[in-house]
């Protein structure tokens, strides 16, 4: 399945391509547009103003993403609540780690001009967060 998003890609529009590529459409092929009058008419837009999957009542479009698909482990919503913030920044929730990843993500988007190379890198790093609040989980339950 083909998807699109907005072009220069930051922490929500990357978080989002991780987790339908981990979680959703294994196979997920994404175009980078300058807008949704772009969206090409076979792809799915997530993360743009006016579609279906992007923002809404105040979620950041990774929660949107989560809701949709009835994605309900813990550990992907601790992930959502540090995207939130990192690209939101209202203090909805405490997430200490926001900052962080907004911080290597916006550098990594420095010397990273390539959409396609910068999901490809910022996967990783979204796979390793994952792992670190499943095991957090293990010791925490109520974390």
Do not use: K, Q
Request: hydrophobic fraction near 45%; glycine fraction near 6%; aromatic fraction near 8%.
């Amino acid at each position: 399945m083909r998807w699109a998003t907005r072009a220069a890609c930051h922490v929500d529009r990357v978080a989002c391509a991780w987790l339908i590529r981990r979680f959703i459409d294994p196979g997920a092929t994404f175009v980078f547009v300058a807008g949704p009058d772009e969206v090409p008419p076979d792809a799915t837009p997530f993360d743009m103003r006016g579609v279906d999957l992007s923002h809404h009542r105040g979620d950041c479009s990774f929660e949107t993403f989560l809701r949709r698909y009835d994605l309900d482990e813990p550990a992907l919503w601790d992930i959502a609540r540090i995207v939130h913030e990192a690209d939101l920044a209202d203090e909805r929730y405490d997430a200490p780690e926001a900052p962080g990843l907004d911080a290597l993500l916006r550098g990594l988007s420095l010397v990273v001009a390539d959409d396609d190379r910068m999901l490809e890198l910022s996967g990783p790093l979204f796979d390793g967060l994952l792992e670190l609040r499943r095991r957090a989980r293990l010791l925490d339950p109520l974390a």
